[in-house]
């Protein structure tokens, strides 16, 4: 990929980090160098403004011949060193960070530009760093991590029962990065969904989770706006706004993974869950050989039940 826009300055490594950095880019290996990229903070230009949270962060960007590049660094005294001291002021940020917030796909990223240790990077491989492949999470042990879960338009809990829905389509997110919300309409927001689609009257709303059986049947949501967009990232889907096409969902500032369904099948234990503020419940449960759902009722709709006799065949918990 294109250099930088002038000759390359000797630099002298400031942390740990910069010296494995260092070391792995002088021996050539690339793998190493991808690989302490992916979880490292990187410094990303800006006002003093917007460091002490008084403005929005712009993206630094610098354009060459060829493309445009969005600019970060791999600590501050590099990012001082590269610009001759008149770069001060920066956000500490991240790859995923980055990739979730992308502002075009025809940009790559200048990381370190202008020093002997720099990188440059095509959107889409800024995509799989941040957002590596679904294939690399097919090991037992990722396997057995790994949970999906997808929020439900409203009256599609019901009919996943009603009709014994078993299968899923769609997109689905990796549940360690949305457990952590515990407000639906939070959860709403930070998909891009409609509130109005997702939550019910009482503003609850329901989410799918479940352990994928094939993950050859679920596509990393590399892609674009347009199908020039589409092929900048190297991705399969084209989608429109407000698709980021990096592999993480449209909703401004939050990471939330995130995966395409085509038609995959249930796992036995599936779940429903119903959301509502400060506290979720698990509503029914996928039975794979009875081909359906089963029902879970409230500790209080049991022990009245208790009383009265049986609930009545075909409640529901909605």
Not at 154 to 164: K, L, M, P, S
Not at 200 to 223: I, S, T
Not at 299 to 305: I, M, Q, R, S, Y
Request: glycine fraction near 10%; include cysteine; hydrophobic fraction near 40%.
């Amino acid at each position: 990929m294109t250099g930088p826009l002038r000759a390359e300055l000797p630099w002298t490594a400031a942390s740990d980090f910069e010296r494995e950095l260092q070391a792995a880019f002088s021996a050539g290996d690339t793998a190493r160098c991808w690989g302490l990229l992916m979880p490292a903070q990187l410094v990303m230009p800006t006002t003093r403004a917007a460091q002490d949270g008084r403005e929005e962060t712009r993206w630094p960007t610098y354009a060459d011949d060829e493309r445009t590049f969005v600019t970060a660094y791999t600590s501050f005294e590099a990012m001082s060193l590269a610009s001759s001291g008149s770069l001060v002021h920066g956000a500490v940020t991240r790859l995923d960070e980055l990739a979730a917030a992308w502002p075009d796909p025809a940009f790559g990223l200048a990381v370190n530009p202008g020093l002997g240790v720099a990188f440059y990077l095509e959107s889409g491989m800024v995509a799989r760093l941040a957002a590596p492949p679904i294939e690399l999470l097919d090991t037992p042990e990722g396997r057995f991590e790994l949970v999906l879960q997808k929020a439900l338009p409203r009256g599609a809990a019901e009919r996943f029962v009603t009709d014994r829905v078993s299968t899923v389509s769609g997109y689905c997110q990796l549940y360690w990065h949305v457990e952590h919300i515990s407000s639906p309409r939070v959860l709403v927001e930070s998909l891009a969904l409609p509130a109005d689609d997702y939550l019910n009257e009482a503003g609850a709303a329901f989410v799918l989770r479940w352990r994928p059986l094939a993950l050859g049947l679920y596509a990393d949501a590399y892609g674009g706006e347009t199908p020039r967009a589409r092929d900048l990232v190297g991705g399969t889907i084209v989608e429109e706004p407000p698709f980021t096409g990096l592999g993480f969902g449209p909703g401004r500032g939050q990471v939330i993974r995130e995966l395409k369904a085509n038609r995959a099948p249930l796992p036995t234990g599936a779940e429903i869950w119903e959301i509502t503020d400060g506290a979720e419940r698990r509503v029914a449960l996928f039975d794979g050989a009875a081909g359906g759902w089963r029902l879970i009722a409230r500790a209080g709709e049991v022990l009245d039940t208790r009383a009265d006799g049986p609930p009545p065949r075909g409640s529901t918990p909605w």
